[in-house]
DNA sequence: TTTTTCGGTGTAATCGATTACAATATTGTA
DNA sequence: TACAATATTGTAATCGATTACACCGAAAAA
C-alpha cells in the first residue's frame, strides 16, 4: 500500500504538501505541485479514503432505502438518485427493505455507525416519530412516499389531485360507476389516491358505493383478486381507477379471464407509468410521476441539508401527467 | 458525539477494555462487562465505524456494479446479493452502469481508495485484461456475465446450453424455420445465447438461413424492429428464439402489428424469466434463471474470497429451467 | 535599514477506534 | 508461604490522512 508519507519522500517534501496537492486546498508553488504529482504518478499513489473520512468526518456517501428494488417504479428513482450523486463525487449505499417496515428501521443505524453522511427515504412505513428524531441528527430527504403533517424535507408528487384527476378523466368519458381498487390504506400514497377518488366523486356529484372501493397490495396479485371481486357483483362498475399500474394490470386480466374486454366492457386505469404500462395491453392509461426527476431532486436536496444550506422550502411537489393510451374509452348508451 | 473514551470514563475502565466488551472479543470479567454495558446504554453509545475501518482497514462494504438497475433482471440478483450481504454485516455499495462500458469502469477505482472490500460485476463489458489484474489485488466476482477463458470467480448459468434447450424446444415442436434475435454479439451472454442456437440447428441437421440471424440489444425496441425485418421476407420464419424477454415481447408486439398471432402464426421463446413474462400476453415460454440465486451465491463466493478461504473451484453454473406458458405452439402440416 | 506582510512549507496534533505489549491481579500448586 | 500460571486490565502505538499552528525567507512598506 502507498501511503501519502512515501509519496512526500519520494518529493522530499512533507505529507502536509503532498495533501495540499492532492486536495488543491492550499498555495503551494507550482513547481512543488508539478514534483509531487510526478512522485504521485510514479507511485500510483491514492489517497486511502477511510483516513481522509476519518479525519473529515464524513464519508461522502449516502444511503437509499428502497421499499421493494425489483420494482422498476423505484429502481428509476434510485437512477435519478445516483446520477446526481456521482457526478458530484458521492456513492449511494443501497437498503432494500423487501416491503418490511422492520428492515427498513434496520438500516438506519448505518447513519448513526457514520457510514453514510445522509439518507433518502423512497418509503414511509416505519416509526414517524423515531425518523423524526433521526432528522433531527442526520440529513433525511423522503422521496414518492411522506408522512402526513410532517416537516420532514419531502419531493413528490400530489397524489391527492393525482388521483382526482385520474378519476375525473374517467367521470369526463361519461362514466358513473366507477370503483376503485386502492393500496394498502396503511401507506400514505394509497390513502391520498384513495382520497383523491373520493374528492373527484364528490366534485362531480357522484355517489361511491362502498363496495366499490376495495383496499389491497401493490401487487398485480392484488389487483387480480380484487377486480374478481367487483366481477362478482350484481351491477358491475364501468370503471375502474386502480392504485398503481400493476393492479391495473391485474385487474385487466380478470376482466379478460371473465370473457370481458378492456376498454369496451371496462375502462382501466393505472398509476406510475412504470415501464411496462405500454408494452401491456392493452396499452395503460395512467398517470406518470416523474421518477428520474424526483430521485435527482430528492439527491439534490438532501446535499443542500449535508452542506448545512437554508431550504427555501421543505415540501416539493413535482409535476405528474396524465398519459392516455387504450386502456379506458367513452361511455355509450349501450355501454 | 459519544466516544469511546467517555463511556470508558463512565464505566472507569481504560478504553482497550470498553472495545473489548463491544467486540466481544477477549477475556473480560463479567462484572466490568455489565459495567460497560451499562455505560454504553447510558450514554447510548454507538461505535464510529469509520475509525474502525481505518485501523482494521476492511469496510464491511462491497461494490456490486449493474449494466441497469431498472432491469427486473438485474435488481433481482442484486435483490439476492444484498439479502446475504445484510445477512453477515455487510452493507452493499451501488454502482449503475447505465448500460456503459466507460461509466462501469469508473466505479472500479472505489476498490483502490479502499471504501469497499470487494466487487461483484453483473455486467462484463469493460476491459478484460483491466479486471484481470484488478482480481490481483481485491476481490472480485462476476455474475450472470463472464469473460471467456477468463479464470475470474464467475457465477452464471451456461448461456449456450440454456440456449441450445431453447431451441430444441422449437424444434420438438416441429419448427424447422427458425429465426433468432440476438442480443449484442459483443457481450457474452448475447455470443452465447447465439452459439447454442446454431449447435441446436446443427445438432438436428437443420440449416441456418442467415437472414435470420439479426443482432440488436436486450430491449423491447430492438426486438420489435429485427422481428420487423423478419416479417419483411419473402419467406416467414414460424419461430422464434428471442435474446431475453424484453427482445420477445418486442418481437411479439411486431408480430401482433402485422395482425398475425402468437403463438398460431409464430412461436416465440425468450430468455431471462422476468417478472412481467407471465402477465404478458400470450404468457411468455422462456428460460428462467435462478437470479435471486446467483445474487446470493456471488455474494458467498465473494466472502469466501475476503476471506481468503480456499475456493473448490472458481466458475459456478447454477441450473437454469425451461418455462413453458402460451407462447409457442406445436407446428402442423397447415402451418 | 528596519519592520511588516505573506507566500510557501514543515511539525505535530488529531480523528476514534483496535490491539500489541506490559502490567497487575488472582488463582493454583508445591 | 512462595512461586508459577493464568486471567484481567491498562498504556500507548497504530491505521493514513488532514490541518492548526509555527516557521522561514523574500518582498513590500515604513
Redesign the interface.
Known amino acids: 500500500m502507498v501511503r501519502i508519507a512515501d509519496v512526500a519522500k519520494l518529493a522530499n517534501v512533507s505529507t502536509a504538501t503532498v495533501s495540499r496537492v492532492i486536495s488543491n486546498s492550499g498555495t503551494v508553488k507550482k513547481e512543488t505541485a508539478e514534483k509531487v504529482m510526478e512522485a504521485v504518478k510514479k507511485l500510483n499513489y491514492?489517497?486511502?479514503?477511510?483516513?481522509r473520512?476519518?479525519r473529515r468526518?464524513e464519508?461522502k456517501?449516502i444511503l437509499?432505502v428502497v421499499p421493494d428494488?425489483?420494482n422498476?417504479f423505484f429502481?428509476?428513482v434510485?437512477?435519478g438518485i445516483?446520477?446526481v450523486a456521482i457526478q458530484i463525487g458521492y456513492?449511494?449505499?443501497?437498503g432494500?427493505a423487501?416491503n418490511n417496515a422492520e428492515s427498513e428501521a434496520s438500516y438506519l443505524?448505518?447513519l448513526?455507525?457514520?457510514?453514510a453522511d445522509g439518507l433518502i427515504l423512497l418509503t414511509a412505513r416505519s416509526n414517524q416519530k423515531m425518523l423524526e428524531e433521526i432528522s433531527q441528527d442526520y440529513p433525511v430527504v423522503l422521496a414518492c412516499e411522506y408522512y402526513e403533517g410532517s416537516r420532514l424535507p419531502t419531493v413528490s408528487i400530489d397524489n391527492v389531485s393525482s388521483a382526482r384527476k385520474a378519476t375525473e378523466y374517467l367521470i369526463s368519458l361519461n362514466h358513473k360507476r366507477i370503483g376503485h381498487i386502492s393500496g394498502p390504506l396503511n401507506v400514505v400514497v394509497g390513502r391520498d389516491r384513495c382520497k383523491g377518488f373520493h374528492q373527484a366523486m364528490a366534485q362531480h356529484g357522484l355517489s361511491v358505493d362502498p363496495s366499490l372501493v376495495q383496499e389491497g397490495e401493490f401487487s398485480?396479485e392484488s389487483g387480480f383478486n380484487l377486480m374478481m371481486k367487483f366481477l362478482a357483483l350484481e351491477d358491475f362498475p364501468t370503471a375502474i381507477f386502480a392504485g398503481n399500474d400493476e393492479m391495473a394490470?391485474g385487474a385487466v386480466?380478470a376482466i379478460k379471464s371473465k370473457g370481458f374486454k378492456v376498454p369496451e366492457d371496462f375502462s382501466v386505469i393505472g398509476f406510475d407509468d412504470i415501464?411496462?404500462a405500454s408494452?401491456?395491453?392493452p396499452a395503460l392509461t395512467t398517470v406518470a410521476q416523474p421518477t428520474f426527476d424526483m430521485g435527482q431532486k430528492a439527491m439534490q436536496l438532501l446535499l443542500k441539508i449535508i452542506n448545512g444550506e437554508e431550504l427555501e422550502k421543505s415540501q416539493f411537489i413535482l409535476p405528474d401527467k396524465l398519459i392516455v393510451r387504450d386502456s379506458c374509452k367513452e361511455l355509450t348508451i349501450n355501454g
Open positions: 491514492q489517497p486511502n479514503v477511510l483516513a473520512q476519518l468526518s464519508t456517501t437509499v428494488i425489483t422498476t429502481s428509476e434510485l437512477r445516483e446520477s456513492q449511494v449505499l443501497l432494500d423487501r443505524t448505518i448513526g455507525q457514520k457510514k398485480f394490470m386480466k415501464k411496462f408494452i401491456f395491453e
